[in-house]
DNA sequence: ATAATAGTGTCTCTCAGACAGTATGTG
DNA sequence: CACATACTGTCTGAGAGACACTATTAT
C-alpha cells in the first residue's frame, strides 16, 4: 500500500517533545558596577540546593514562553528593584557543559550588564542575600576571604569572561558612558576606565580622547563645584556607539 | 515535630527534571570559506520537517553527555567529513525566541566557523543535498533566487550576526590564515579580507601592515611561480592571535 | 614588447604619548 | 601659601593612506 508523504501539519501533531532528557535553560547575569572607584560585581548567597551558601550569579530559569534577552531583563528588574535597567546589558556566551548542574542538564545562557553605582534597594527576591563584591577581593588567594573558586557552578569561568569581555567593550565602544550616571565629568569617566583596566590613564590624553571623538559625550552647559579645583563641566552620554580610533590601553596585557 | 534541615543529597534525590515543560538546545554552523574569491556560506537542503525542503545552516542537537564545544566540533566533523576540523571555530551567540521552531521550545546555541576551500569530501550526513552559497547571492532580493529571508527558522538573523562577527574579526586578529591553505601567499591573504569585507585593499599598504606585524605570518622560504609576474613569496600562519594595532576596514559601513 | 602582478621606497597627515604650564578652588 | 584638580598647548614618534617606481614572467 503507498505511503502518503506526511505534511508539516501531521509530523507536528505526532512530534512527542518528551522523548528527549530533560534538560533546561537558565539565564545568569554578570552585573557590573562601579562603587568607591572599584569594579564589583553582584553576587547573591545561594538559600537553597544546589550549592547552597555559596555565592553565585544571580539568574533564575527562562520561562517557557520567554525569550532569551526578556529573561535577562526580567532578572534585572528583579535584582535592581528598578523596573528599567538604567544601564546596558548584552548576551554574553552560553555555558553547557554535562555536569555543570547537579540537579539535570542545564545549559546557562550568560548576560553581561553594567550599570551605575545606584543607591537603590537592591533586594534579593528571594531569602538570599545579594550584595557588591569588588573585583580585587575576588582575585586574592590567601586569607578566607571570598575567592573566584568558591562561586557556586561555573559562575568564575562566567565572571571571567564577562570580565574580559568588559575590558574589550571599552576599548571600541561608548559603554563607559553606562557605568556613571548622567551628568557626569570627564574625570568620572576616565574613573571608569581606571577601574575597570586597572590602570592609571593620563589625564590631559584621555581629555582630548574622549572630547574629539564625536557622539561620546555631549555637554550639557552645567557645571559642578567639587572641593579641591574650579567648577567642572559636566556632560552627558552621545550618540555614538562605536569608539573609532579604539581608547588604547596601556600595559597591553592580553596576553591570555 | 522539628523537620531536619535537607541535605543536598536528599535535595537531588528528590528533584524532579520532567516537571518542567520540555526544552531542547542545538547546535548550529555559520561555516564560512572562500570560493572563486567569493565570500560563501554552507547550507543544507532539509530533508524532513519542519522546513522541509528549505535550506539552513547544518546543525543538530546536542547529545545528552555532550558538550557544547564538543557538538560543534562533531557537526563539523560529519559536515566537512574531516576528523580534525581544518579552521577556526567559535560560539558565535544564542538563539531562544520561543515560537523559533514549532515542534518544542529549541534554543539554539550558533558556532562561526572558518576554513579554507577544499576540495573535500563534504558529504551531507542525512538525504539532505549540502552546498557552499555565495553570500553576494543571497543578498539579491529580486529573481528567483535564494535569499536570506528563505532560510528555515531563523537562521538568517543567525547568518547575519556570523557575518559580522566575522568582519570584526578580521580587523583585531590574525584569523584571515583560518580562510587560506598554508603556504599562501600575501596577496593570497589580501584576497582574503577583500572577499570578506567586500572592498578593495591596496595591495602595499596590506603588505607592509602584515608584514609589520609580528607573528602574523611567517616566511617559508618556498616560492611559488603563478602567471602573470614573478614567483611570489610562501608564507604560513605565525603564532599571533591578535592584531595591534588592528587592520582598519575602509568604507566605514558599521552603521547598522 | 606588453600586460599583469609582486614588491620597495617615500611623502604626508592623523593621532597617541609625554610633558609643561595655567587656572581655580580648599586646607 | 601650599596643594590638588581641571584644563590647555605643544613637541615627537608611530603608523596609515596615497602614489611613484622597479622586478619578474607569461603571452
Same mark, same amino acid.
Given at each position: 500500500?503507498?505511503?502518503? @508523504?506526511?505534511?508539516?501539519?501531521?509530523? $507536528?501533531?505526532?512530534? =512527542?517533545?518528551?522523548?528527549?532528557?530533560?534538560?533546561?535553560?537558565t539565564v545568569d547575569m554578570?552585573?557590573?558596577?562601579?562603587?568607591?572607584? !572599584?569594579?564589583?560585581?553582584?553576587?547573591?548567597?545561594?538559600?537553597?540546593?544546589?550549592?547552597?551558601?555559596?555565592?553565585?550569579?544571580p539568574g533564575g530559569f527562562v520561562g517557557?514562553?520567554?525569550?532569551?534577552?526578556?529573561a535577562?531583563?526580567r532578572e $534585572?528588574?528583579e535584582e535592581?528593584?528598578?523596573?528599567?535597567?538604567?544601564?546596558?546589558? @548584552?548576551?554574553?556566551?552560553?555555558?553547557?557543559?554535562?555536569?555543570?548542574?547537579? #540537579?539535570? #542538564?542545564?545549559?546557562?545562557?550568560?548576560?553581561?550588564?553594567?550599570?551605575? =553605582?545606584?543607591?537603590?534597594?537592591?533586594?534579593?527576591d528571594d531569602?538570599?542575600?545579594?550584595?557588591? %563584591?569588588?573585583?580585587?577581593?575576588? @582575585?586574592?588567594?590567601?586569607?578566607?576571604?571570598?575567592?573566584?573558586?568558591?562561586?557556586?557552578?561555573?559562575?568564575? !569561568?562566567?565572571? $571571567?569572561?564577562?570580565?574580559?569581555? !568588559?575590558?574589550?567593550? $571599552?576599548?571600541?565602544?561608548?559603554?563607559?558612558?553606562?557605568?556613571?550616571?548622567?551628568?557626569?565629568?570627564?574625570?568620572?569617566?576616565? #574613573?571608569?576606565?581606571?577601574?575597570? %583596566?586597572?590602570?592609571?590613564?593620563?589625564?590631559? =590624553?584621555?581629555? #582630548?580622547?574622549?572630547?574629539?571623538?564625536?557622539?561620546?559625550?555631549?555637554?550639557?552647559?552645567?557645571?559642578?563645584?567639587?572641593?579641591?579645583?574650579?567648577?567642572?563641566?559636566?556632560?552627558?552620554?552621545?550618540?555614538?556607539?562605536?569608539?573609532?580610533?579604539?581608547?588604547?590601553?596601556?600595559?597591553?596585557?592580553?596576553?591570555?
Open positions: 500500500m503507498a505511503e502518503r @508523504e506526511q505534511t508539516e501539519a501531521e509530523y $507536528l501533531a505526532s512530534y =512527542n517533545p518528551r522523548a528527549f532528557p530533560p534538560q533546561s535553560v554578570v552585573l557590573l558596577t562601579i562603587r568607591d572607584g !572599584a569594579l564589583s560585581v553582584l553576587l547573591i548567597e545561594r538559600g537553597g540546593h544546589p550549592f547552597k551558601g555559596y555565592w553565585a550569579l517557557s514562553d520567554e525569550g532569551l534577552d526578556e535577562a531583563r $534585572l528588574a535592581t528593584g528598578l523596573e528599567e535597567f538604567p544601564g546596558h546589558f @548584552e548576551q554574553l556566551r552560553t555555558y553547557g557543559a554535562p555536569a555543570r548542574d547537579p #540537579r539535570m #542538564r542545564v545549559f546557562s545562557v550568560a548576560y553581561l550588564g553594567f550599570m551605575p =553605582n545606584l543607591p537603590a534597594p537592591m533586594a534579593a531569602a538570599a542575600q545579594a550584595r557588591w %563584591w569588588p573585583i580585587a577581593d575576588l @582575585e586574592v588567594t590567601d586569607g578566607d576571604e571570598l575567592t573566584y573558586d568558591q562561586l557556586a557552578f561555573d559562575h568564575s !569561568a562566567i565572571l $571571567l569572561d564577562g570580565l574580559d569581555r !568588559a575590558r574589550a567593550k $571599552l576599548e571600541y565602544s561608548t559603554l563607559a558612558t553606562s557605568f556613571v550616571k548622567s551628568p557626569f565629568t570627564i574625570s568620572e569617566l576616565r #574613573r571608569v576606565y581606571e577601574a575597570v %583596566w586597572g590602570v592609571k590613564l593620563h589625564d590631559a =590624553n584621555f581629555r #582630548r580622547k574622549v572630547l574629539s571623538t564625536e557622539g561620546f559625550v555631549v555637554p550639557t552647559g552645567g557645571r559642578k563645584s567639587i572641593g579641591r579645583g574650579p567648577g567642572v563641566q559636566l556632560y552627558r552620554p552621545g550618540e555614538g556607539k562605536i569608539l573609532f580610533p579604539p581608547m588604547l590601553r596601556p600595559a597591553w596585557d592580553e596576553s591570555e
